[in-house]
């Protein structure tokens, strides 16, 4: 793979995420706005800096909980995809 098409992969993901937040925003401030819907609303998520991740999280307190386990198991995913993508990079490059 070359950097462009790294470079396409990073911005299709970076405005999907833009996307979905304006859609979930439009739907709270529509479902809200009848008053009969009961919507809870919360957002969480990590940074990693280095190897160490720093998780956040606000909104109702019922939320918060299943919010920062679901951050929490994405970041672990997400460094576990990376250390098997570099495995097999690494195992593709020594057979060549």
């Known amino acids: 793979m070359n950097s462009s098409r790294y470079r ?14 304006i859609v979930t925003t439009l739907l709270f401030t ?21 190897f160490i991740p720093i998780c956040f999280a606000q909104g109702t307190p019922g939320i918060l909980i299943y919010l920062l386990v679901l951050t929490i198991i994405l970041v672990a995913s997400l460094i576990i995809l990376f250390i098997l993508l570099n495995l097999i990079n690494v195992f593709i490059y020594r057979k060549s």
């Open 8 to 21: 396409n992969i990073g911005l299709t993901l970076l405005f999907t995420g833009i996307l979905i937040i």
């Open 30 to 50: 529509l479902l809200t706005s009848f008053k009969t819907i009961s919507v809870e609303t919360g957002v969480s998520g990590c940074i990693i800096i280095f």
